[in-house]
């Protein structure tokens, strides 16, 4: 058992545009938990049977909602070398990140699911590493300060973002990934969890390699069953006893490949529409609005609204930032409609790959707000820009106060972000209220061609990421 201080930074205010007589300052208190770099995505979730959402991020758990006493899960034994100007060397915790010069992933842990497994009261964890490596279940040791047992129970998690949810509707949930070329989900034998879990491919193979990019779920077609959405298509999952093969409708929603996807009622119209980032490794954020027009096998169709991308003239506010490697979907401000989270991957292909590897690592919620005149607006909130996402956004209400707080792990180090909210006059609202800045953007529909040549191309070869060409 190891106690830490917890590094407080400054905290960043963020005003929602609300009725007269609600005025209300959301902000958010920022605890940087660990400076060294030890995985791309982090998470909340009760491990210790207190009622309240403790952080897990890489070999650690934090325990809430202070998060100031620290445990191991493993053994933290990764170092690297930092070779200094005046030719002296020093040995550094972690993977190569922020504290380093070269570009580093932490193969071992890229994202972190909390769930008890083995039914004994206790919450476990489940963790994947870089695309194309296991998944690896490590058994909580109830309450025992000791490292907790690991067991290999999938061979290979492939894509960039991967989930663990319930695809099928047995009330258990899955790992949803890509595997062997194909898309499908992953199971464990729920009598004997440390077996190898059995593999269900609903694609045939196709072009689908480790490093594909974008991925998630929602009932797109509203038949009461969960679809796969990737960036070039939904997958509309059979009725049960159907065909193993689920039906591929082909949509370009994600031309440069972009991270976590949703299907979510944007409009207010009854239809799932789709939420996206439009490069992981690029820029460009929108949804796909899926229209009451249907195509010529009674399929739903879809038009694009790109509300960020590479200029800041193409936004309403002039907010840009490259790099939307993280994508999660909450409603922040308690109004009843999902706003969006995301923010910049900070060196995502390293200190020299991608679009404006230096620019500040920053951090925001996008605020949905439908318009009297049916028209929709994202209204960009800064959380810090000093941080960024890695490959996943940890959620929970770690305080009981109604409000989501947020958990990032990448190669800055590990941060909280506890929201908090006050009461403020109307004059100090409206001072801190987002501005317009170009009225006319927002709400364009790019073209593959313009993604492409904005981002670099789609990524689908089974190899390390590297650099992807910008012009």
């Given amino acids: ?8 930074a400054v905290v ?3 005003i929602l545009p609300t009725s007269a007589g609600d005025r209300t300052l959301h902000s958010f208190k920022k605890l940087h938990l660990d400076k060294y770099y030890w995985s791309e995505g982090a998470m909340f979730g009760d491990l210790n049977r207190d009622g309240r959402p403790d952080a897990v991020s890489g070999p650690y758990w934090w325990e809430g909602p202070e998060f100031s006493k620290r445990h191991e899960i493993y ?6 070398t930092l070779k200094k100007a005046d030719g002296t060397e020093e040995k550094i915790p972690g993977f190569e990140g922020a504290l380093g010069k070269k570009n580093a992933y932490s193969t071992d842990n890229f994202f972190s699911f909390i769930y008890d497994f083995n039914g004994d009261g206790w919450n476990d964890l489940l963790t994947y590493g870089l695309p194309g490596t296991p998944a690896l279940l490590y058994f909580n040791p109830a309450g025992k300060d000791q490292p907790w047992a690991r067991h290999s129970v999938f061979d290979a998690v492939d894509n960039e973002s991967p989930t663990f949810a319930d695809i099928t509707g047995d009330g258990r949930p899955e790992i949803l990934c890509n595997s062997g070329g194909t898309f499908g ?3 464990p034998n729920w009598k004997d969890v440390t077996a190898k879990w059995s593999f269900t491919s609903i694609s045939g ?3 689908w390699g480790n490093f594909n990019h974008g991925l998630g779920f929602g009932d797109v077609n509203g038949d009461g069953r969960f679809d796969i959405l990737e960036r070039g298509a939904w997958w509309e999952q059979p009725k049960p006893g159907g065909s193993a093969i689920w039906t591929r409708h082909p949509v370009m929603f994600s031309p440069g490949g972009g991270a976590q996807m949703f299907a979510y009622d944007v409009n207010g119209d009854g239809a799932q529409d789709v939420i996206t980032s439009i490069a992981g490794h690029g820029y460009g954020l929108g949804w796909y609005e899926q229209l009451r027009e249907k195509d010529a096998d009674g399929h739903p169709q879809f038009r694009g609204h790109v509300f960020m991308n590479k200029e800041a003239s193409e936004n309403r506010y002039g907010v840009m930032f490259s790099q939307l490697h993280a994508v999660e979907l909450v409603d922040m401000d308690g109004d009843g409609l999902k706003d969006i989270i995301t923010g910049k991957c900070f060196w995502a292909h390293g200190p020299t790959g991608d679009p404006d590897p230096g620019a500040p690592a920053v951090l925001y ?3 949905l707000v439908r318009g009297a005149d049916g028209r929709i607006d994202w209204i960009p909130h800064l959380i810090d820009d000093d941080s960024g996402v890695g490959r996943q956004i940890g959620m929970a209400d770690v305080n009981g106060d109604g409000h989501q707080d947020l958990i990032i792990g990448n190669k800055k180090g590990t941060f909280v972000f506890l929201h908090e909210t006050r009461k403020v006059s109307e004059t100090e609202w ?3 209220q987002p501005k317009v800045k170009f009225a006319d953007a927002g709400d364009k529909q790019l073209k593959a061609e313009d993604v492409i040549q904005r981002t670099g191309a789609p990524r689908t070869a089974t190899r390390p990421p590297q650099a992807s060409p910008v012009k």
Avoid: E, H, I, V
């Avoid at 053994?75 to 690297?80: A, H, S």
């Fill in 205 to 207: 193979k196709g072009p």
């Fill in 365 to 367: 919620w996008f605020q």
């Fill in 75 to 80: 053994p933290p034994t990764m170092t690297f």
């Fill in 430 to 432: 409206l001072k801190a």
């Fill in 185 to 187: 989900y992953a199971s």
């Fill in 12 to 14: 960043c205010s963020l």
């Fill in 1 to 8: 058992m190891q106690r830490l201080p917890l590094l407080l």
